[in-house]
């Protein structure tokens, strides 16, 4: 194996990439050519990582998770890249790159635009750093919010969270590869090793796979498979959900690379069921395959089909991205877009008014005092520590943001004692209080001896070897900040509760600010705190974007891309330790819904600080979809921005149905007075329900009603369409 492998601007490849590049239609001819060139051992090291195992190991813990890409199918006679993989969906995991909000958070700006720019900004990054390929499409549904990596993904609605993942991958894919995880019905952290989950081919293709569909339909390079089970076999072992449906049913023609280290644990299973790059470093591929193919075990044209389509892929990346220049890493445009989107991300969920006037926006001239409480406010906490940590070169924490902006005096307190936070927030004009959340609450879960049956997956180690001492150290000095997993419980932490009541019992003018990756219960003390705004973990420029929006010189348009429940006990149960769950048909807003037990903040809930009314909306049948169209006008005296959802209900429909579920939305900014024609374009397919018989998705001959809704709970207005019987493919 090469030390160094050849770079991504290696001659020989440039001149593959420039042939590429000049005649599109020749790829196939070429990679053709260069498979037959390549030796059968040359086509096997392709499908794995290029370091062995256990140096490769060290290396990750002692040189720090993802400061460097991971390598695989590196072939330096041919003078082939390989793929270079780095992490990770709030930014690019290498060097000092800009640190976005968390995707989470970019979901509630429902504006898939800017989150083509957020791609485009990462992947420009990336390219610049070495990277080729980047792990930052997680688009896994929020099944539950006490999900450890909730954050990492954009919410619980296949329809939002499609249209959010597609627009990362088309951003993305302007400069590298784009890698869509994790494969498939990966929604619980603590139990990712052991849980095997059951779905109907419904569940599985109405509810957990259209949105991966719709970033393969964008064009995604590189799916990764999930570490769990789904119907009884690993996700990186799973026949059915690699090749039946990603690869022949959707057409998918890149690769499928593993997650890390524990993806797949039998190289026979793994090849046959389409993974094609075992990664990070060479495991089960690397020892098993050779054999697996002189028996006939595993068919050649396994291999030379995943060779085919790592070269393809590479080749059309390579010719149709760019490569930045290196000082886009971090740089002036990438911390302005981190701000942009960070601002549009909070979301205000409650603004009630003080003596007439609600508590926000504050008014800066009117403030002698301002009291920034709490045990978030001066500390840095962009989310989890685990493979999506992001190291920016700095990071403006809430009370940094205040400090700079406000001209009037700031005081601060960690809230440790809620009896003097309370003191100094009764002295000051406005209390803001930032709690929640940091990465030992929730995040990726990484402690393999929470299932020491993984350890057998690796191959055996000499004590005599000298990488065997060189582990142990390894290992005694790694970095174990990263503990988070799922979170206990879906309340703040009772010292934070206890802040908020005194807090707002001393001052009628407090703002709680709440840093979460996903729904917070905020029973016990919604009612006493008048202004309740969720930050989320907000990035790199997260306390610059807190005070654009409290100021009020942004109005806040973030919405929930999730519904915050009144009680954990109104969610589907959610076992930490499971080895077994089964996915129904509802979760989210959807199962409140259904069970009738309305959440206390829907799905697509936010406030803000102008008005927005909506004309009746109109429906045009066209082709393969439906346009709904309306006015909307901001009514109010700022300027602001309104997200149009658009909903589907099947009062008659034969089969069952969710009450209602989202088709469509769309972001509109207005100067006050400003109205404007808005079109949502509403995909028939949207509409369709998956049909087992038939194994395909089917279009009723019922009436829908489309309606168009501030969000999951409203009545909306209705408009009624009838788009005929339809099968779909
Ligand atoms: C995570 C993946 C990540 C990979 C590489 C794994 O632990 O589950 O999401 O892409 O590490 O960083």
């Not at 069952?656 to 088709?663: I, K, S």
Request: hydrophobic share 40%.
């Amino acid at each position: 194996m090469p030390t160094e492998p050849p770079s991504a601007t290696d001659p020989a490849f440039g001149i593959l990439t420039a042939r590429a590049e000049a005649n599109p239609d020749a790829l196939d001819t070429i990679v053709d050519e260069l498979v037959d060139e390549l030796t059968l051992d040359e086509r096997l090291a392709m499908m794995s990582g290029d370091l062995d195992f256990w140096p490769g190991l060290v290396e990750m813990l002692r040189g720090g998770y993802g400061h460097t890409p991971y390598v695989g199918g590196a072939i330096e006679r041919l003078g082939l890249p390989g793929v270079r993989f780095s992490d990770g969906p709030r930014g690019v995991t290498l060097g000092h790159s800009t640190c976005f909000p968390v995707s989470m958070a970019r979901g509630a700006t429902w504006d898939p635009e800017l989150e083509e720019r957020v791609g485009a900004a990462m992947g420009g990054e990336a390219r610049a750093q070495g990277a080729n390929l980047i792990g930052s499409v997680c688009i896994n549904l929020l099944y539950h919010p006490a999900w450890g990596r909730a954050q990492e993904t954009y919410g619980e609605d296949p329809c939002h969270v499609g249209a959010m993942g597609a627009a990362a991958v088309e951003g993305i894919q302007r400069h590298v590869m784009a890698c869509v995880k994790h494969f498939a019905l990966n929604n619980m952290e603590n139990a990712r090793f052991q849980v095997d989950v059951t779905a109907s081919p419904r569940v599985l293709h109405e509810v957990y796979l259209p949105h991966f569909r719709r970033c393969v339909d964008a064009g995604a390079a590189c799916v990764m498979s999930a570490y769990n089970s789904v119907n009884g076999d690993w996700c990186g072992h799973n026949r059915t959900l690699l090749t039946e449906i990603l690869k022949d049913r959707w057409g998918f023609d890149g690769f499928v690379i593993t997650d890390w280290l524990y993806g797949i644990r039998d190289a026979h299973a793994a090849a046959n069921a389409g993974v094609d790059v075992e990664m990070p470093f060479r495991m089960h591929y690397a020892r098993q395959l050779r054999a697996l193919v002189d028996d006939g075990v595993v068919p050649q044209v396994r291999i030379d089909d995943a060779a085919r389509r790592l070269l393809r892929t590479m080749l059309r990346a390579a010719a149709s991205t760019t490569i930045p220049a290196p000082d886009v890493v971090a740089g002036d445009d990438h911390r302005a877009l981190a701000r942009d989107v960070a601002r549009q991300s909070l979301v205000l969920l409650r603004n009630e008014a003080v003596d007439g006037r609600p508590v926000l926006p504050l008014d800066p001239d009117g403030l002698r005092r301002v009291a920034v409480l709490g045990p978030l406010a001066a500390m840095v906490n962009t989310g989890d520590a685990g493979s999506s940590d992001v190291r920016p070169p700095e990071v403006v924490t809430p009370l940094a943001g205040l400090r700079d902006a406000l001209a009037c005096e700031v005081v601060h307190d960690d809230g440790a004692d809620p009896a003097r936070a309370a003191a100094l927030a009764t002295e000051a004009d406005v209390a803001i209080v930032v709690v929640g959340y940091t990465s030992a609450d929730e995040g990726e879960f990484i402690d393999p001896s929470a299932n020491p049956e993984l350890y057998a997956l690796f191959p055996p180690l000499d004590p005599a070897d000298p990488v065997a001492a060189e582990l142990t150290d390894a290992i005694r000095s790694r970095d174990d900040r990263a503990r988070g997993g799922d979170r206990a419980q879906l309340t703040l932490h009772r010292s934070d509760e206890e802040l908020l009541r005194a807090v707002a019992a001393a001052q009628p003018r407090t703002v709680a600010v709440i840093v979460t990756g996903s729904a917070v219960v905020t029973e016990r003390w919604r009612d006493r705190v008048p202004a309740i705004v969720v930050a989320w973990y907000s990035g790199m420029e997260g306390g610059r974007a807190l005070a654009d929006v409290l100021l009020g010189r942004e109005a806040p348009s973030g919405r929930l891309p999730c519904a915050f429940p009144i009680d954990e006990g109104d969610l589907p149960p959610f076992d930490r330790q499971a080895h077994h769950v089964e996915y129904g048909l509802y979760h989210g807003q959807q199962h409140h819904d259904h069970v009738g037990r309305p959440p206390a903040f829907p799905l697509g809930w936010g406030l803000t600080y102008t008005e927005f009314e909506h004309g009746p909306p109109a429906a045009t049948v066209g082709g393969d979809g439906i346009d709904v169209e309306l006015d909307i006008t901001n009514v109010g005296a700022r300027a602001g921005a309104d997200v149009v959802q658009c909903y589907a209900e099947a009062p008659d429909s034969d089969v069952e149905r969710p009450r209602r579920w989202l088709v469509g939305f769309q972001r509109v900014a207005l100067e006050p007075g400003a109205s404007t024609r808005v079109s949502i374009r509403v995909p028939v397919e949207t509409l369709a329900s998956w049909d087992e018989t038939g194994d395909r998705f089917v279009v009723e001959g019922t009436r829908y009603d489309l309606v168009v809704a501030p969000h999951a709970a409203s009545p909306g207005q209705t408009v009624s369409v009838d788009v005929g019987e339809r099968a779909l493919t």
